[in-house]
């Protein structure tokens, strides 16, 4: 049940709040297809009262920046690398499941990044890192194709990162004219503060040069190309746009040529003007080698192994100088007249100076020995013992005979 009588539920105003750490801890060991299902359910539940699907849906991305970052720090093992750009697959394969045309979510999630900034920002942070690191993979096109036909919505620094990704995009496709017209749409509506010409222009090459090639041209798309090359030459007094990175001069040339050909008659100055108004960079601008982010992770047990081992330490001979304490100079619970004794006490060993033995065994906190009785003189000793009883002389008896007592005979023969 959503609602109690009209109020969100219990469990959205009570539960969720105080889970949502665990809760995000429990989404990470999930695989997308599950994730996407909790997650679905989630955003169903909370119905816009704490929106806890875009909490989610920010934190993802900002785990998988997280993930990119360390595959862009200190060299690591091959095995190691490969398992972090698999998460980064399984991240983007759950975020295109949110934002997919034919998920049930995306016109929520399109919103969500139309109406928070921080999912925005955070989006925006989280491309801009898949760019630097010359990052490809089939759900980045798909999601860039999402976002490039909603980008209207956007704030203005996301929409001039989709256009690069989506110039990306396109100067690597087989039909490169597909986002041509989304990304001439979207720059047409940015201000300059937000451009940055230098990035634009190294991704405007490889576009050009991909249109140089088709022989077959829809008016809408060359349509497009020039829309694009207009807006490029009207970035005044910002010249940068108008020198060109990334495209020869023959496949230059050959552009303007389909444009002439694609494009009514009425159009044909404005193409000759344009053609007047660039000029290439002759420099070579080669970009770094792309990688390719695996849809399928396969290790063997031994890999696996190696990547478990590779955090544990190795172990160090110590020093000559490092002083390794003597466990068996370790006193364990001494009694506390030693404890509070003045004489030096060296490992296992005392040394007792003068009187001072005396002295401990006189303390009233040592231990006495309770195992045997007190020691005391002999004479002490037979004072303890009972007195014998006497028996009365009968007179006339042999007894009598000797009132000295029994005589000592003398046994000699």
């Known amino acids: 049940m959503l609602y109690d009588e009209g109020e969100p539920s219990y469990w959205v105003t009570s539960v969720l709040p105080s889970v949502l750490d665990d809760l995000k801890a429990f989404l990470r060991l999930l695989g997308p297809e599950n994730k996407l299902h909790i997650v679905k359910r989630l955003i169903r539940l909370d119905d816009g009262v704490l929106d806890i699907g875009a909490w989610l849906l920010a934190e993802e991305l900002k785990e998988m920046t997280t993930t990119i970052m360390a595959l862009a720090g200190r060299s690591r093992k091959e095995n190691y690398q490969l398992v972090l750009r698999y998460r980064v697959t399984l991240s983007l394969q759950f975020v295109l499941g949110l934002l997919g045309v034919e998920s049930s979510s995306s016109k929520w999630a399109l919103d969500a990044i139309a109406s928070t900034s921080s999912l925005s920002a955070t989006l925006n942070e989280n491309l801009m890192a898949?760019?630097?690191?010359?990052?490809?993979s089939t759900y980045l096109d798909k999601l860039i194709e999402v976002l490039v036909t909603s980008a209207a919505s956007f704030e203005p620094e996301l929409q001039f990162t989709i256009s690069l990704a989506a110039l990306r995009v396109s100067g690597k496709a087989a039909q490169p004219y597909t986002l041509i017209g989304a990304i001439a749409k979207i720059v047409n509506g940015l201000t300059t503060n937000v451009i940055s010409p230098e990035p634009l222009r190294v991704e405007l090459g490889p576009v050009f040069s991909a249109l140089a090639v088709q022989q077959v041209?829809?008016?809408e798309t060359a349509q497009s190309a020039l829309s694009l090359l207009q807006w490029l030459a009207s970035q005044q007094p910002d010249t940068r746009l108008t020198v060109l990175c990334g495209v020869s001069p023959d496949s230059f040339s050959a552009l303007f040529s389909i444009?002439?050909?694609?494009?009514?008659t009425k159009d044909h100055d404005t193409i000759a003007t344009l053609e007047a108004t660039f000029t290439l960079d002759?420099?070579?601008?080669?970009?770094?080698?792309?990688?390719?982010?695996p849809d399928t992770l396969k290790l063997s047990i031994h890999d696996v192994d190696d990547l478990i081992r590779q955090e544990i330490p190795t172990p160090t001979t110590p020093s000559n100088g490092a002083k390794t304490p003597d466990i068996l100079g370790i006193?364990?619970?001494?009694?506390?007249?030693?404890?509070r004794s003045q004489v030096e006490t060296t490992g296992l060993t005392k040394t007792y100076m003068n009187n001072d033995f005396r002295d401990l065994r006189q303390t009233p906190s040592a231990r006495q020995n309770t195992s045997r009785l007190p020691s005391m003189h002999v004479d002490d000793f037979q004072?303890?013992?009972m007195p014998t009883a006497s028996v009365p002389m009968v007179p006339g008896s042999e007894m009598d005979m000797?009132?000295?007592?029994?005589?000592?005979?003398?046994?000699?023969?």
């Open 217 to 219: 041209l829809e008016p």
């Open 259 to 264: 444009l002439y050909v694609f494009l009514p």
């Open 331 to 339: 006193i364990i619970s001494p009694p506390t007249a030693v404890l």
């Open 383 to 385: 004072g303890t013992l």
């Open 130 to 136: 898949l760019l630097d690191g010359q990052y490809t």
């Open 402 to 413: 000797f009132p000295g007592g029994l005589p000592l005979f003398n046994m000699d023969l």
């Open 282 to 293: 002759e420099n070579d601008h080669l970009p770094p080698p792309s990688i390719a982010l």
